[in-house]
C-alpha cells in the first residue's frame, strides 16, 4: 500500500516515452510536495525522486520541472515538508504557517533578525516591489550608488518575507532563487486566505493518509510537518467522522491508520534508487517500521565515521529496501562513482544483484555518464563490480 500510494509501483500508468505536463501532474498527485535539496551529489534530490516515479532523461526532467512550476505556474514553492514544490491550488493549506511565521514561529536566527531589523525588511519588501523579480545578490548594490546590508543579512530578510508570504519565487536560475509579489506571480486561487488553521491541518492530514497509504498518527503529522500537539488532536477527529480509519498493521507496535477509499495494492515495486529526501523514506522512524531499515544520511558526519557513506541512496526492489549505494556523479571525468555499496544482513540473491547493477547503469545513463566504476567498501562491492563490468 505504501508503494503504491506513492507512485513506486511496477506497473508504469503511462504509455507514452515522452515525458509532459501530464505526467508531473501525476507524480503531484502521488507525492502531494516535493523537497527541494541543495546537495547534488548525483543529482538534485527532486530531481530523484521524480526519477524513480517517471523515468525520462535528467535535463528533461528538469526542464518539464521548470516550466510547470515557472512558466504554467502550476507548481510554487513553500516550506511545506522542508523547502518544497507543491501544487500552486494547495498553497492556501499553509496560510496559518505564514501567520504562525510573522508571529514568531520559524527558524531562530531568522525571528531574531527580523525583531531586530524592521526598517531593513520593509525596504528590502519595497525593493522587491519596485524591482521584482530579483535574488539576494541584487541586494548588495543599490540604483544611483549606495550600498545594502551584506549578502547573508539580504538574504535572511527575504528568506523572512518569503516563510511570511509578502513574496514568492518567481523563477530559479541555477538553483538560485527569484523574488517577487505574490500579486505578480500567483493566482488569485492561491493567494486565497480563507481557510482556517484547524480546517487546513484536517485537510492536509486527509492528504497525507493518501500519499502515505498507510500511516502512524507520526507518520501523518510528519507529511506537512504539522504542530505535534493540534496534529493528534486533528487526527483523532478524522478518527471520529471515519474520515481516517484505524488498522492493525502485522510488526507495527501502534495504530495505523488508511484513508476511507485506501485499496489494498498488489503487486510489486520498481526496481529503484531512492533520494535520501523520497517520501517513502523521509521519515526514518516510518521507514523503519515498514522496511526494517534503519537508515541515518551521514553527509554532516566526519569521514572517517561515516558507516555507509556520504550520500547513500536506497535501493528498491521487491517491495523491500534491500541495499544502500554511496553514489557521485563525476561529470568533469563521465564517471558514476559507486563509492561503497552494502546489502541489507538478509543479503541479495545473484539476480537482485544484477538489477541492481542495471539500474546503476541506467542512472549513469541518466546523467549522461559514460562508464561506471565501482569501489572497495562494502559487503556487496566485489560482486557488483563483476556484474557491472560483465553487463
Not at 535535463?59 to 507543491?86: I, N, P, Q
Not at 519588501?125 to 548594490?141: C, E, F, R, S
Not at 480509519?245 to 507496535?253: A, F
Not at 501502534?254 to 521519515?283: E, H, Q
Request: hydrophobic share 45%; with cysteine; charged share 25%.
Amino acid at each position: 500500500m505504501a508503494i503504491s500510494a506513492q507512485g513506486l509501483q511496477a506497473a508504469n500508468p503511462f504509455s507514452s516515452s515522452r515525458l509532459d505536463v501530464r505526467h508531473l501532474r501525476w507524480a503531484f498527485q502521488k507525492l502531494g510536495v516535493l523537497q527541494i535539496d541543495a546537495v547534488n551529489a548525483i543529482a538534485r534530490s527532486h530531481l530523484l525522486v521524480l526519477r524513480a516515479r517517471l523515468g525520462g532523461s535528467h535535463d528533461g526532467l528538469s526542464k518539464l520541472l521548470d516550466h510547470t512550476a515557472y512558466e504554467r505556474r502550476e507548481l510554487t514553492e513553500y516550506w511545506c515538508h522542508e523547502a518544497s514544490y507543491l501544487p500552486v491550488d494547495d498553497l492556501p493549506l499553509f496560510r496559518w504557517r505564514m501567520r504562525r511565521a510573522q508571529n514568531g514561529e520559524v527558524w531562530g536566527g531568522i525571528r531574531r533578525f527580523a525583531a531586530e531589523n524592521p526598517k531593513f525588511i520593509e525596504e528590502v519588501a519595497n525593493y522587491v516591489a519596485l524591482n521584482g523579480p530579483i535574488n539576494a545578490g541584487q541586494l548588495q548594490t543599490k540604483p544611483k550608488g549606495g550600498t545594502w546590508w551584506a549578502w547573508s543579512e539580504a538574504k535572511v530578510a527575504l528568506e523572512w518575507l518569503f516563510w511570511t508570504g509578502q513574496v514568492a519565487i518567481s523563477r530559479r536560475e541555477k538553483f538560485t532563487r527569484f523574488y517577487d509579489v505574490p500579486a505578480k506571480v500567483l493566482s488569485t486561487q492561491a493567494l486565497d486566505d480563507s481557510v482556517c488553521e484547524i480546517e487546513a491541518h484536517r485537510q492536509l492530514i486527509r492528504k497525507a493518509g493518501v500519499h502515505l497509504g498507510v500511516a502512524a498518527v507520526e507518520d501523518l503529522i510528519d507529511y506537512f510537518r504539522l504542530p505535534k500537539v493540534d496534529g493528534r488532536q486533528r487526527v483523532m477527529e478524522l478518527v471520529e467522522n471515519n474520515e481516517l480509519l484505524p488498522v492493525q498493521v502485522e510488526g507495527w507496535d501502534r495504530v495505523g491508520y488508511i484513508s476511507p477509499d485506501a485499496k489494498v495494492a498488489s503487486g510489486t515495486s520498481k526496481s529503484v534508487l531512492l533520494s535520501p529526501f523520497d517520501p517513502l523514506v523521509w521519515f526514518r522512524p516510518r521507514t523503519q517500521r515498514l522496511f526494517d531499515f534503519k537508515y541515518r544520511l551521514e553527509i554532516y558526519v566526519p569521514a572517517a565515521k561515516r558507516v555507509h557513506g556520504y550520500y547513500v541512496l536506497p535501493f528498491l526492489h521487491a517491495n523491500k529496501l534491500c541495499a544502500r549505494v554511496d553514489v557521485k556523479a563525476d561529470t568533469k571525468a563521465g564517471v558514476l562513482r559507486v563509492l561503497a555499496v552494502h546489502a541489507e544482513p538478509e543479503g541479495m540473491r545473484d539476480d537482485a544483484v544484477e538489477t541492481l547493477a542495471r539500474e546503476l547503469w541506467a542512472l549513469a545513463a541518466w546523467r549522461n555518464l559514460e562508464t561506471i566504476k565501482v569501489g572497495q567498501r562494502g559487503n556487496l562491492a566485489r560482486r557488483l563490480k563483476k556484474v557491472i563490468h560483465r553487463l
